[in-house]
Structure formats: C-alpha cells, structure tokens
C-alpha cells in the first residue's frame, strides 16, 4: 500500500484550514492551489502578474521538490486569473517552466481569490515516472 506525505510551506492558515501545500501518494504528487503570498504573508509581485506567476512556478518547484519530483513530472497545470485578458503575460511564463513538458493545462477566470492583491493561482499535478534499471 502507497504511503501518505503531507508537504507543508509552514503557511499559519494550512492548520486553519487543514490542508496541505503538496500531497505525495504512491508516485502522485498533487500541488494545492498557489498564490504568490511570501512568507511573511505579504503579496509578492503587486500588479505584475508575470511577477506573480514566476513566483508561484517557483514556489510549486520547491514544493514538488520536497516531494520527490520535479517540474518535469508535471502532467497538468490549472491557473485561475482574475482578468483574463493578461492571458498572454502568464503564458508566457508557463512557458518558461514548461516549454518542453507541455502539461496539460487549463486557465479560467474566476471572480476573486482570497486576498484582492492575488491575481494568479495555480495548482498542479505530477506523476513520478520510474526509470527501467
């Protein structure tokens, strides 16, 4: 049987809300939800949404990490933007990241995220593939 491995970013509210950053089963690793919040809780970026969205990449990277994976183990990405008309501003920094893995991805616009300042959050899914010895 798979083993459970809660990741956690040491944000106060995963205990609030109880979840966790990464959550790695077996050779899944699912990512909740990012935002570009730093660690002292302020958000990183201000209007800048390329800002944003690299730091959000790079906090997933991390989290991923601990897990065990990397970007490359990607298989899906879904981004929720605030305004979708900067569609292209985060594209393109998804590209950065991902050029070469191509994840399946999805971006919709929602109306608000938690805090007014967010205005990019992205979650992600990875699969661990072994490699034949």
Avoid: C
């Avoid at 609030?16 to 950053?21: C, K, N, T």
């Avoid at 991923?64 to 298989?75: F, P, Q």
């Avoid at 616009?109 to 967010?118: C, G, S």
């Amino acid at each position: 049987m798979a083993t459970r491995h809660n990741i956690s970013s040491g944000a106060p509210w995963e205990s609030v809300f109880g979840y966790s950053r990464a959550v790695r089963i077996g050779n899944q690793v699912h990512v909740a939800g990012t935002a570009a919040s730093g660690a002292n809780g302020q958000i990183v970026g201000g209007d800048n949404i390329e800002a944003q969205t690299r730091f959000i990449l790079q906090k997933i990277e991390a989290a991923l990490s601990e897990a065990g994976a990397t970007m490359r183990d990607v298989v899906r990405t879904r981004m929720f933007v605030t305004d979708i008309s900067r569609w292209e501003s985060v594209a393109r920094v998804h590209g950065e990241f991902f050029a070469d893995v191509r994840p399946a991805a999805t971006m919709v616009e929602v109306n608000k995220l938690i805090d007014p300042a967010m205005l990019i959050e992205i979650e992600v899914d990875a699969i661990i593939l072994e490699e034949a010895d």
